[in-house]
C-alpha cells in the first residue's frame, strides 16, 4: 500500500464549480501535511499547509482527519486557472525526515 | 523565489554510462531530497539528506547514490544508467519538515537514457 493515495482524476469542471480532493496516508506518525500545485512540465510549489483545525486561504480550504488519516482539499468557485495537477504531500517524522508526496490529483477547468 | 539550481536541465545518456546530477542552493537549509516523477507514479523519494555527510534511502534508491559534502550542494549518481532511469528528477530543499515549513523545488532534469 502507498504511504500517500490519492485520486488521479482527472476532475473536468465547469468555471464556478466546487470541487473537493481527497488524499489518505498510512502512518499514524505523521506530523506535517501540505498540498502543492504542479502545472505542467513545471516544479511543484506549495499551495498551502493543513493545520489540525483546518484553514483557509481565499478560495481553498484545506482539512484534516487524523482519526481517519485523511486531509482534503476543496475549491470553491473554480477559475481556468486552477487547472493543474495538485499533489498531496505529508511529512513523518519518526525517526526520518521523509516529505512522500501522493500521485496527485488532475483538475481541468473548462470555460 | 529560492535559491535552488539544479544541472543540467537536459541530458541524454547511453545505457551503461554513469550520471551525476547536481542541486545547489543558496538558502543554508538542512534539509535536501531527490525525487523522480514519472506518469502515474508522480514524485518519489530517491534519497535525502539531513545535513552534511548524513544522507538516507528513499522508496525507490535502487541504482542510485548520493553525496553531501557541504551544505548547498546535493549530488545524484547514477552508477550505470539504464532505461528505467529516464525521467524527470527534481530536487527539493527544506529549512525544517517538522515545522509546517515549505519545501522549495528545483525546476528539474530531463533525463533520457537510451
Known amino acids: 500500500r502507498k504511504e500517500v493515495e490519492q485520486d488521479p482524476g482527472p476532475f473536468n469542471v465547469p468555471e464556478g464549480a466546487t470541487v473537493a480532493f481527497n488524499c489518505t496516508y498510512s502512518?499514524?506518525?505523521?506530523?506535517?501535511f501540505f498540498w502543492y500545485r504542479q502545472d505542467c512540465r513545471k516544479e511543484p510549489k506549495l499551495l498551502m499547509s493543513?493545520?489540525?483545525s483546518g484553514n483557509e486561504d481565499g478560495r481553498f480550504t484545506a482539512q484534516l482527519n487524523r482519526a481517519s488519516q485523511y486531509i482534503s482539499l476543496l475549491i470553491r468557485d473554480s477559475k481556468l486557472s486552477d487547472s493543474a495537477t495538485y499533489l498531496c504531500v505529508v511529512n513523518t517524522v519518526d525517526s526520518s525526515y521523509k516529505l512522500i508526496f501522493g500521485s496527485g490529483t488532475r483538475l481541468l477547468v473548462r470555460p | 523565489d529560492a535559491g535552488i539550481t539544479q544541472s543540467p536541465r537536459h541530458k541524454v545518456t547511453e545505457t551503461g554510462t554513469p550520471v551525476t546530477l547536481r542541486c545547489h542552493q543558496t538558502e543554508n537549509h538542512r534539509y535536501m531530497y531527490w525525487y523522480r516523477q514519472d506518469p502515474g507514479h508522480g514524485l518519489r523519494l530517491i534519497h535525502y539528506s539531513y545535513g552534511v555527510k548524513d544522507t538516507d534511502k528513499g522508496e525507490v534508491s535502487d541504482g542510485y547514490s548520493v553525496s553531501r559534502s557541504k551544505t548547498e550542494d546535493f549530488l545524484l549518481t547514477l552508477e550505470s544508467a539504464t532505461s528505467s532511469q529516464t525521467s524527470v528528477y527534481f530536487c527539493a530543499i527544506s529549512e525544517s519538515p517538522t515545522l509546517n515549513t515549505e519545501a522549495f523545488f528545483g525546476q528539474g532534469t530531463r533525463l533520457t537514457v537510451v
Open positions: 502512518n499514524s506518525a505523521s506530523q506535517s
Open positions: 493543513v493545520y489540525s
